[in-house]
């Protein structure tokens, strides 16, 4: 069975800093590109952070940028979000996700359960 | 940035009914455009790519189309489990984006 598991949410302060991993299995890991995507409560999504198949492409969202860091690794099936300096509105679900498709960047084609992050002081 | 805009925001309609969603680009997208279905308390659900294709294991009665600014999502006879909220999303340019999103709702 295909499956994405999340975990390493938590409460934490403001300023902050928290790691989400994601286990993979049921599929060949290498052969999509993965992303993270998060809802904060009563809103819509918000795509945060993907990674390329082999971490040498990495695009986050601007909002992100220079505090949190997506990586990989291929030998566990394993992906990762380093967040740093967190804020009250990073305060969400946060989604692992597997992009789909032929070249393995198409939608989200497989999503894990989510983990809840929480930031308050 | 790509924006995304869907409408109607919420969609009231009886179980049998026909549903037809919307989702417009502030620039062209191609056919890089995606629908995802979220219930209540789940992760979203891939439901068509590339504007017009049916991820696995979809119902026939979801359909996509469109092409470069204007896309739609129509579920041609709603079942129960269709009342949800449903999201497009753009993969033609960093950084990706999600429409805020159309709830269907029960009349």
């Known amino acids: 069975e295909v499956q994405l598991l999340e975990s390493g949410g938590g409460l934490v302060q403001p300023g902050g800093s928290l790691r989400l991993s994601c286990a993979a299995s049921?599929?060949?890991?290498?052969?999509?590109?993965m992303g993270w995507v998060r809802q904060a409560p009563g809103k819509g999504l918000d795509w945060v952070s993907a990674?390329?198949?082999?971490?040498?492409?990495?695009y986050d969202t601007e909002s992100v940028k220079g505090r949190f860091t997506i990586s990989r690794d291929n030998s566990k099936s394993a992906l990762y979000l380093h967040m740093n300096s967190l804020r009250v509105e990073d305060t969400a679900v946060y989604y692992c996700a597997r992009r789909g498709g032929d070249t393995g960047w198409g939608g989200f084609d497989v999503w894990g359960q989510g983990t809840v992050v929480t930031v308050s002081s | 940035e790509i924006a995304l805009t869907q409408s109607p925001a919420t969609l009231s309609l009886s179980p049998g009914q026909r549903a037809t969603l919307s989702c417009r680009a502030s620039?062209?997208?191609?056919?890089?455009l995606v629908w995802y279905q979220q219930r209540p308390g789940q992760a979203p659900r891939l439901l068509i790519d590339n504007a017009s294709k049916r991820a696995t294991g979809i119902p026939a009665r979801f359909s996509g189309s469109g092409s470069g600014t204007d896309f739609s999502l129509t579920i041609s006879s709603l079942e129960p489990e269709d009342f949800a909220v449903y999201y497009c999303?753009?993969?033609?340019?960093?950084?990706?984006?999600f429409g805020g999103g159309t709830t269907v709702e029960i009349k």
């Open positions: 620039q062209s997208v191609r056919s890089d």
């Open positions: 049921g599929f060949t890991f290498t052969s999509h590109a």
């Open positions: 999303q753009q993969r033609r340019e960093w950084p990706l984006t």
């Open positions: 990674i390329s198949h082999f971490g040498d492409e990495i």
